[in-house]
């Protein structure tokens, strides 16, 4: 089971997606009952994950590397480091959390939950992809439920927020697209893997750093400009700038019955991002133990804020 646990944890709340929508629409109590019974083994296998991280030895851990499509060197790659070991437990945490927040919703209960557990698959997948072409997927299955979650189960301007949401994440996710692909036909051979594009870039495998030069690798992370793998990151950060103003519009209209989700889905996944594939990040993600790691994404949801 061990060799398959962030599979598990990324596809369970899929799985319940599919059973809410076998379920009769009038059965509201048995819907949510359900849906949170579908939160639960995320949870509690992101507990044993994280207390199994090896924080001594550096690298990528609980590794699942499949051939996906092998014309083109994809792959379904997943794993986890110091800064996604964090995310995904707190994924875990506020999926389920969220699930009992939003007990009293009495509108297309359905199709709100079903949406509910399909946006948690996608932010669990996005932390954990490995390969480009597999979390560009999550990435839009992360957006497209939210889209609607908004657009729906809002307040009063849904309509507004949730335009200005899909304008601003379908600007950013088409231009992150041509840059993963500039990636893709710029390496040697052809890859997605993120591992690869790092080791060609010349900032992956290096010696182990200490403490103090995990934060100066940090420092430099957010500092230096110039790499060809950062050309990726330039382009999430037309995600992070408007987000300052998307956030407010978007958490207004959303109020405290999921608002959560989005602190987490909107601050969370861009910093992370950010630190993941930035200069000198491959020292920084594998070799800071997860409290550290986790440090600089809790600075990026509380600056918006």
């Known amino acids: 089971m061990t060799d398959n646990i962030l599979s598990y944890m990324t596809f369970f709340p899929l799985a319940g997606m599919i059973v809410v929508l076998l379920l009769p629409s009038k059965s509201h109590n048995l819907i949510r009952w359900a849906s949170a019974l579908f939160t639960v083994p995320p949870l ?52 389920f959390l969220c699930i009992f927040a939003s007990w009293g919703i009495d509108k297309g209960v359905k199709g709100y939950f079903a949406l509910f557990l399909l946006l ?18 999550f990435w839009e299955l992360m957006l497209l439920p939210m ?51 790092i080791a060609q ?51 207004q209209q959303i109020g405290e019955r999921f608002v959560f989700q989005i602190v987490d889905l909107a601050g969370d996944v861009g910093v992370a991002l950010h630190i993941r594939t930035q200069q000198g990040t491959a020292n920084f993600l594998t070799q800071c133990e997860p409290p550290l790691a986790k440090a600089p994404v809790e600075m990026g949801v509380i600056r918006p804020a």
Request: glycine share 8%; hydrophobic share 50%; with cysteine.
């Open 44 to 95: 509690l296998l992101g507990v044993w994950l994280y207390g199994n991280f090896d924080r001594i030895n550096p690298g990528l851990q609980f590794v699942e590397k499949i051939p996906w499509i092998p014309a083109y060197n994809i792959d379904y790659f997943v794993g986890v480091d110091g800064i996604s070991i964090s995310m995904v437990l707190l994924t875990a945490l506020l999926s």
């Open 120 to 137: 948690d698959t996608g932010m669990m997948g996005v932390f954990v992809a490995l390969d480009f072409f597999l979390f560009y997927i």
């Open 147 to 197: 889209y609607f979650l908004i657009g729906i189960w809002g307040g009063p301007r849904r309509e507004y927020a949730a335009i200005k949401f899909f304008l601003y994440t379908l600007f950013g996710s088409v231009l992150m697209l041509l840059a993963i692909l500039a990636l893709y036909f710029t390496s040697e051979p052809h890859t997605f893997d993120m591992t690869r594009l």
């Open 201 to 251: 870039s010349g900032k992956y495998g290096v010696q182990p750093l200490a403490i103090d030069r995990c934060i100066a690798s940090h420092a430099d992370a957010i500092c230096a400009r110039g790499e060809a793998l950062e050309c990726r990151i330039d382009v999430a950060d037309l995600l992070d700038v408007p987000r300052h103003f998307r956030v407010a519009d978007v958490g």
